[in-house]
């Protein structure tokens, strides 16, 4: 098995893949956790929420096989759905809270990682009219 795009494709995919199931569960999972509460200090964690749901919505995205406006439609849509789910559940833990901002800095992550698959979507149709292998 040597390295050919089709394998950098199939790796690709399965990193987007475990990307994509794993940072929720582990969203989930560590954030009942008391080490969760105050890990990262105000105001750099609306730059943390962005970071993760731009990973988010850009993996889910690209491990859903779709392309084009349904590939960032379906990313954008599960980050945001992710976050709003995660909200809900630390308004259930002990020393955590939902929180609005939290939420919008997770909306706004989602849109980072959206454009990066459209910009992905852009690569891939300059690649297909110009001939590039």
């Known amino acids: 098995m040597g390295i050919s795009l089709r394998n950098v494709q199939r790796a690709s995919r399965l990193l987007a893949t475990?990307?994509?199931v794993g940072l929720p569960l582990g969203l989930w999972g560590l954030g009942a956790t008391p080490l969760a509460v105050g890990a990262v200090p105000e105001p750099w964690d609306k730059l943390a929420h962005m970071g993760v749901y731009a990973v988010l919505a850009c993996a889910a995205g690209f491990a859903s096989r779709r392309r084009g406006f349904d590939a960032m439609a379906l990313g954008f849509g599960v980050a945001?759905?992710?976050?709003?789910?995660?909200?809900?559940?630390?308004?259930?833990?002990?020393?955590?809270?939902?929180?609005?901002?939290?939420?919008?800095?997770?909306?706004?992550?989602?849109?980072?990682?959206?454009?990066?698959l459209a910009v992905r979507v852009r690569i891939r149709q300059w690649v297909q009219a110009h001939g590039v292998q």
């Open 18 to 20: 475990a990307l994509a």
């Open 80 to 116: 945001v759905l992710v976050g709003a789910a995660d909200e809900v559940w630390q308004s259930f833990l002990p020393g955590r809270a939902a929180d609005w901002d939290d939420f919008a800095a997770d909306a706004v992550g989602a849109a980072l990682g959206t454009c990066v």
